[in-house]
């Protein structure tokens, strides 16, 4: 290594000197004077031992054993640029110097202070009166670089893979930042942006598998989706319920994403309020439902070859005979269980008679009976399908619930003795029937995706910003943005549009861009033009939100994203502080963040389950504007009734 005994430290070796120099001491600068010739002997002999391998002393000197061979093997290559200063004497361009004079040019060059600061970058003072402008701005290791021109020798190789330093990055460098001089920051503060962030990106690798895995499975497990932005009408020619040939259709939902449609969405893990709570106006809609489906009756057709539940109004075949308090294929007569054989267990709403449908090998007894019991002894041609987004139920054949993608109730009647809410939910079904308790919804969808462009949206963005602002923060501080923006923003969309399906990363994103502009926010004054710095985020933030006003896109949960990413990055990212009073402000508005945030997730939590009904009808124009009557269909909030055929 290249210290002979620890009191070289601060004395002969530049990187630890800078280090002292930086915590205020002036000793440094005196015993370089008195000790020069004696400092210069041990360097030589400190080189001496380096070239031949063997170790002097166990100080640690990775970072500058690192720095070194890197210019080393940069003039190995011959890249070594022409300078107009005396430390590189007559050599031509692409000679190699010998490594004590490496080392000597660097020792000199760190002597004057005019030059301390591109030595400690590039090895050797560098003469900057023709070659650069005077725009110049710090670089990570806290030296000295120029903003146009051209770049220093040795700034591609000071660097090593994955770092990533303060008010840098990715987006730094896409929206050209320029920063202040440092010579203009007290040593404090030089030293704090001096810290290199080597962060691998664990969690990104991470979540980019699952995001790819999880539309893996969405895709061979499900149909796609028409392509489009509008609902698409699908009609076919098939037999119903009446034993007739009609062409029917439905509308089905599309899928500009390229994946599956909103149901299946919804049956693999896509937020939907229904799902995650006994949502009250969905099941209201549901109790008036089963009033009006008291008022129906058996239609039977005179043959008895078929007959189904339906309005008075709906029975009008010629062939066909409407039974006013009937229930096709259930009553008292056609149930041979003894424990339901009380009238009382038969009167009443349907929805609370028991379910003891009348079986085949029973008929025969049944027709003994001098009672009038068609509507027991016809062949039942429909049942309850639910179908749609919302569970629809409706009254219809087996081959006409397949056609419009339901799930058909072969053993049931009526649409009160089926839980259509936990067919179209899916996954793990419901603690107690009828009451749904999916609140892992809230994070499911961070991992899911529409399709393949919105998987490879995603993909690209995590790829860049999201692995650049790991490197810098860490797995478990860009994970907790991550996953308490993504819930946060679900939740809030779940509160204002709890009827609309949404799936995707977005939410988490977005908290990400926030915390680009915290970093922007707490480091200041390290930029040039700070505000102009904010103005280019902010500008990027406000078009992606514009792109939330397009179907598909939920904008609400961008903004609770986005308003969670704030909080907890204030809270948690690195900054620099640049005086004893701004790192105390910054401490009072960490805590206040925190709070804050604490506090907001309670109130979302508290609206989502205890004060249902906080729906806002106007808000659907932050999430989707109608340039046409059936663009913004599919950001409807409102409930459509669940019986019919």
């Not at 400690?120 to 005077?134: E, I, M, P, W, Y």
């Not at 790819?212 to 932005?229: E, R």
């Not at 729906?615 to 009557?629: G, H, K, L, V, W």
Request: with cysteine; charged share 20%; aromatic share 12%.
């Amino acid at each position: 290594h290249y210290y002979i005994t620890n009191n070289l430290r601060g004395m002969s070796h530049p990187y630890y000197k800078a280090e002292e120099e930086d915590e205020g001491g002036d000793r440094n600068e005196r015993l370089m004077s008195e000790h020069t010739n004696r400092n210069e002997a041990r360097m030589r002999e400190a080189m001496a031992a380096f070239q031949g391998g063997r170790r002097g002393t166990g100080v640690n000197s990775n970072n500058w054993q690192q720095r070194y061979q890197t210019m080393r093997a940069n003039k190995l290559k011959g890249d070594v640029v022409e300078r107009n200063n005396s430390n590189t004497g007559n050599l031509e361009r692409g000679q190699r110097p010998g490594a004590f004079t490496m080392m000597k040019n660097f020792y000199q060059g760190y002597s004057n202070p005019e030059t301390r600061a591109d030595t400690l970058r590039h090895g050797c003072a560098v003469d900057r009166s023709t070659k650069f402008a005077d725009n110049e701005f710090f670089g990570p290791d806290g030296a000295t670089t120029a903003k146009t021109g051209g770049t220093l020798p040795g700034d591609a190789e000071i660097h090593t893979d994955g770092e990533r330093n303060i008010g840098e990055g990715f987006v730094a460098d896409l929206m050209d930042r320029e920063y202040i001089t440092l010579n203009k920051l007290p040593p404090d503060v030089r030293k704090q942006l001096r810290v290199k962030f080597d962060n691998r990106p664990y969690f990104t690798s991470w979540v980019m598998f699952v995001n790819i895995v999880i539309v893996i499975i969405t895709l061979v497990t499900q149909s796609i989706a028409p392509i489009g932005f509008t609902d698409k009408e699908v009609r076919r020619q098939l037999l119903r319920h009446n034993l007739a040939y009609e062409t029917i259709g439905y509308n089905q939902t599309t899928n500009f994403w390229i994946g599956p449609d909103y149901q299946s969405l919804i049956h693999l893990g896509a937020k939907y309020s229904p799902c995650m709570r006994k949502d009250k106006a969905y099941f209201e809609k549901i109790a008036d439902d089963a009033v009006v489906e008291d008022t129906s009756g058996c239609c039977i057709r005179k043959d008895l070859n078929a007959c189904w539940q339906t309005e008075r109004s709906k029975c009008t075949s010629s062939f066909a005979e409407f039974k006013d308090d009937k229930v096709c294929g259930l009553g008292k007569d056609g149930c041979l269980n003894e424990a339901y054989s009380n009238d009382s267990l038969w009167e009443g709403s349907y929805s609370t008679w028991p379910d003891c449908p009348v079986k085949e090998e029973y008929k025969e007894d049944i027709k003994n009976l001098k009672v009038p019991n068609e509507h027991l002894l016809c062949e039942v041609s429909a049942r309850p399908c639910c179908i749609g987004l919302q569970g629809e139920c409706t009254i219809v054949s087996q081959e006409e619930c397949q056609f419009r993608k339901g799930f058909f109730h072969e053993n049931a009647t009526l649409c009160s003795q089926v839980s259509c809410v936990t067919d179209i939910c899916g996954l793990s079904g419901f603690l107690f029937d009828d009451i749904p308790d999916q609140f892992y919804r809230a994070l499911l969808p961070t991992f899911m995706h529409a399709g393949i462009i919105h998987l490879v949206i995603t993909l690209v963005f995590q790829a860049t910003i999201l692995r650049d602002m790991e490197k810098f923060a860490g797995w478990w501080r860009i994970g907790f943005i991550y996953f308490a923006s993504g819930i946060g923003g679900t939740m809030l969309s779940a509160i204002l549009i709890p009827y609309q399906p949404e799936v995707g990363a977005s939410g988490a994103l977005y908290g990400v861009l926030a915390s680009l502009i915290v970093e922007v926010v707490v480091n200041w004054k390290i930029y040039k033009s700070p505000i102009l710095e904010l103005a280019k985020l902010l500008l990027l933030v406000a078009l992606l939100f514009l792109a939330g006003l397009l179907p598909w896109i939920d904008n609400f949960a961008h903004i609770g994203g986005f308003l969670f990413g704030f909080l907890t990055s204030f809270v948690i990212l690195p900054h620099v502080n640049f005086s004893e009073e701004d790192r105390i402000a910054k401490l009072v508005v960490q805590i206040a963040c925190g709070v804050l945030s604490v506090v907001l997730f309670a109130l979302l939590f508290i609206v989502f389950y205890l004060a249902q009904g906080s729906t806002c009808e106007n808000c659907i124009y932050i999430n989707c504007i109608p340039f046409t009557d059936s663009f913004c269909q599919d950001a409807t909030m409102e409930l459509r009734p669940r019986v019919g055929n």
